[in-house]
């Protein structure tokens, strides 16, 4: 059950989203003012609550400013894969404004506080400030380029590299929006999620992270991922930081 919404503009609580941006490129203070000016419309759901229905035809685009969300297909039988991660900073639904129906639903999967912002207050700042609409076109690229990583450690990676890569991943992530660091980290995804994450059952889950921590490359204790030697994870999950695109340079 979702909380009540709340009116409202942007102002302090689109910071995420602008860390996002200003950790790829530059932001002058009048694009900062511009972004901070978008109206929005606030509203809190609780862990398991729907935000995004999937077959629903928004009107507004999300933006995630607290807790973790997850984008899901469901399938006939019931089962369900989560085929994305999303953290503050990261609208979940751009590309709806132009697919204009939603094939995916999203799910919190912590108690979080999504912005929704109207489609034409999007449009209306893309042709204003053709630098921010190029930087809202860069979210939705690097969005793309998680997902063919995804898919890339779906059928390529053994298990327990492809939940090392994840790991690697969504330390960087959070680290770019200044929500991790010192290689510690939240990570509030339950054994059910991850195996929707990772595609197994899970029992297999709870063997592959076990096997994990046996490598002494990192501590997960209750939501709470300690990895002990970064470079050593990469190393053992193959990872290339580079589809995160995290250099700063004019876009």
């Known amino acids: 059950m979702t909380f009540d919404a709340e009116q409202t503009t942007a102002s302090a609580e689109i910071s995420p989203l602008l ?23 606030t509203q809190r759901f609780r862990r398991g609550d729907e935000i995004i229905r ?4 928004p009107l507004e685009s999300c933006l995630i400013l607290d807790g973790f969300a997850a984008r899901l297909l469901h399938m006939a039988d019931g089962k369900r894969q989560i085929t994305a991660v999303h953290i503050p900073g990261d609208f979940v639904d751009l590309h709806g404004l132009l697919l204009k ?14 912005a929704f912002v109207p489609h034409p207050a999007i449009i209306q700042l893309a ?5 921010i609409g190029r930087l809202f076109w860069m979210s939705t690229t690097i969005d793309a380029a998680i997902q063919r990583a995804w898919i890339g450690c ?11 890569y994840l790991i690697c991943e969504m330390y ?3 680290n770019a ?11 509030p995804v339950t054994q059910s999620e991850m195996s929707d994450i990772l595609g197994l059952s899970a029992v297999h889950v709870n063997r592959v992270v076990q096997e994990l921590r046996r490598t002494g490359l990192i ?22 930081p580079t589809y995160l695109n995290l250099m700063r340079q004019p876009r």
Do not use: Y
């Not at 790829?24 to 109206?39: C, V």
């Not at 501590?219 to 709470?224: C, Q, T």
């Open 172 to 174: 960087l992530r959070l």
């Open 54 to 57: 999937q077959h629903s035809r």
């Open 101 to 114: 129906v939603m094939d995916h639903s999203v799910t919190a999967v912590s108690d979080c506080r999504a």
């Open 127 to 131: 042709e204003q400030a053709p630098h």
């Open 19 to 41: 860390r996002f941006f200003q950790r790829r490129d530059r932001l002058g203070r009048e694009e900062q003012a511009l972004i901070e000016a978008l109206p929005l419309r």
């Open 177 to 187: 929006v200044d929500l991790a660091s010192d290689n510690r980290m939240g990570l």
């Open 219 to 240: 501590s997960w204790v209750k939501g709470e991922v300690t990895i002990l030697d970064f470079d050593r994870l990469t190393e053992f999950a193959d990872f290339d």
């Open 154 to 164: 779906l059928g390529r990676r053994s298990a327990v590299t492809h939940l090392a």
